[in-house]
């Protein structure tokens, strides 16, 4: 609080006899004390509480969350990709999350906005790990249970498959990999299959994720070209959070602002 510095005339004022000049500027002065040293009103907690909780709403509309541009996805695949983008566990890089459930790909840019969704082919056999070994064994061998799509965070990049072609690798020494549909073998009919409205009819392969030729070339390989990214690879046995150690980015208020409430209405 500033005082209001007192002339010296006025002090030889207050020094003698007052006048009823010099008596009504004493009483304005007490006046202006009294209201300088009077306590604050008591804050309303209501609207306290209000401005809080419209200060964490302003936060929240502007958290870090993935963009799927409209696009129909699992609550397990927003769930990820929001909880990628929010905590940065991407680290800033492109990513896919792969949803064998509804056996479909979704592929993110590094800032969390959708490049592209689309059905897929996964693995035949419901399982959320591989078999040792599986990478360096004929496919031949491969036993129809040991068909799996595994479940998992991967580092992916592209690279050559074993006809030269390129092909986004997700697991190298598991020889797990995204790439353009395979149709080699006419009657597992892979191309109707990706027709299918069915998630069920997309279980075929022996664990790598077939997409669209056309989306492989219009999205994933722009997408990863010259850089790494990151492979979501949703499990269908247990939680996200199991195997990711993932959180849920909430779209309200903190719990803990409603404990304002208890703290501050009485």
């Not at 500033?2 to 207050?14: D, E, F, L, N, S």
């Not at 202006?32 to 200060?55: E, I, M």
């Not at 997409?211 to 046995?237: D, H, M, N, W």
């Not at 309200?252 to 602002?257: E, G, V």
């Amino acid at each position: 609080m500033q005082r209001v510095p007192t002339t010296h005339a006025h002090t030889k004022t207050c020094s003698t006899s007052p006048t009823a000049t010099s008596r009504g500027l004493l009483a304005a002065a007490v006046s202006a004390l009294a209201f300088c040293l009077a306590p604050a009103a008591a804050a309303d907690p209501a609207a306290d509480l209000l401005q809080v909780q419209q200060r964490a709403s302003q936060a929240l509309r502007h958290a870090k969350l993935a963009d799927l541009a409209g696009e129909q996805a699992s609550s397990s695949v927003q769930h990820i990709a929001d909880w990628a983008v929010h905590s940065g566990d991407h680290g800033g890089r492109p990513f896919v999350v792969v949803d064998k459930v509804d056996a479909r790909v979704f592929v993110f840019d590094g800032e969390g906005r959708l490049r592209g969704a689309t059905a897929a082919l996964v693995g035949a056999a419901t399982g959320d790990h591989s078999v040792p070994d599986i990478g360096s064994r004929k496919i031949s061998s491969i036993l129809p249970e040991e068909r799996t799509t595994p479940a998992g965070r991967f580092v992916a990049s592209v690279g050559r498959g074993p006809k030269g072609e390129d092909i986004l690798w997700v697991d190298y020494d598991s020889a797990l990999a995204l790439h353009r549909v395979v149709t080699g073998v006419p009657q597992e009919r892979r191309l109707q299959r990706l027709q299918s409205k069915a998630a069920v009819d997309r279980r075929i392969t022996y664990g790598c994720i077939n997409v669209p030729a056309s989306f492989y070339e219009r999205v994933v390989a722009p997408t990863f070209q010259q850089t790494t990214g990151v492979v979501y690879i949703l499990p269908e046995s247990r939680q996200p959070q199991e195997v990711f150690g993932s959180y849920e980015v909430r779209r309200d208020p903190p719990a803990h602002l409603s404990s304002l409430r208890l703290q501050t209405a009485h």
